[in-house]
């Protein structure tokens, strides 16, 4: 059931002339709405303009990518780091270069950015797959095979469990979509990355957006050193127009906005938990900004939409496929607002 708003969403969204708590979109921490990284935006606008007018390989470079890049490189954890102007586009690239080092894996659930035209998705469950994969692979000799996943599952609110890549003897590439994971996962948010385990065999390629947690239109690949110069040489790098210039500064500038922003979300995460602990609807086991209902029907996204609360509730990302109920947390919530949205989850439960 579509609605339609003429303004930008943040904690509240107006829409059918009314005002709604709103617990939808992916902005988890905030920063689209925050006065401080408006100004950030705003800086690097008056700096560095709205584009860089030239390409990555032109003979005059923007010092400030490779300040990008390197950050993120350090914050992922990893050897190297290339940006690109959206997180799709930097998927893209990872596997472009990822079909040409083995016969591409793809886990279940795969997203649609990951996939190069034809690809074959596994089915049944990630769990399962991985365990199978690792088999195989110990089986094959070294760079037969490729690994793409995702990190996070924000359709069901998990966070994939990469344990299994500690028994991988044979060498291969594992490709990792982190956008719901970078910036709100690991200690610094750093995302999957701090948690995958060190492996023999496994050498990680890791892609992700800026857009999901970070507001930032743009997108990155991290992993070791000649991987990151394979995808330079790549025409969906060199030919592509480069992340807008102020969204780098921005993303340079912001440490300390983030730092405490995530720890907002993180303190809103642990408060809805407690307050939604009944309801047995509503798991929330791995600490996500998302939380899946365990009811797909239009009559709980109805029911709360009745009383001025909206949440995520479509299918995705096969617009004929089955609804998800998701709320989806962000830094911008406030204490109230969670009270009142639990109050009114344990109410509709309650009567069900």
Known sequence: M?????????????????EHLFFSGFSYLGM?????????????QEQFGSVYPSSRIGNLQLSLYEQLEHALAVHTGQQAAACFSSGYLSAQAAITYAVTKGTPLYAPGAHPALRYPGATVAAGNWNDWLEASVALLNREPDHANVLITDAVDPLRGEVHDFSPLARLRRKALVVIDDSHGLGILGKQ?????????ASEGARYLITA??????????????????????????????????????N??????AGSVY???????????????????????????????????????????????????????????????????????????????????AAQLVQYYSRT
């Open 2 to 18: 579509i609605r339609i708003t003429h303004s930008m969403p943040g904690r509240t969204v107006v829409c059918d002339g009314r």
């Open 32 to 44: 689209h709405t925050s006065p401080v990284y408006r100004q950030l935006l705003a800086d690097g």
């Open 189 to 197: 948010g750093e995302g999957i990355a701090g948690s995958l385990p």
């Open 209 to 246: 957006s800026l857009a999901k947690a970070y507001s930032l239109e743009g997108g990155m690949v991290s992993g070791h050193a000649a991987d990151i110069a394979a995808i330079r040489r790549l025409p969906l790098f060199t030919a592509s127009t480069p992340i807008i210039p102020a």
């Open 248 to 253: 780098a500064f921005t993303w340079l500038n």
């Open 259 to 341: 730092t405490e922003a995530l720890r907002i979300l993180r303190g809103n995460i642990t408060a809805l938990v407690r307050l939604t602990g009944g309801i047995d609807e509503l798991p929330n086991p791995q600490g996500l900004p998302v939380f899946v209902l365990n009811d797909a029907s239009e009559a709980v996204y109805t029911w709360l939409l009745s009383r001025e609360t909206l949440i995520s509730s479509f299918a995705y990302p096969d617009p004929q496929g089955d609804r998800i109920n998701r709320i989806i947390l962000s830094a911008l919530h406030t204490p109230d607002d969670l009270d009142m949205l």
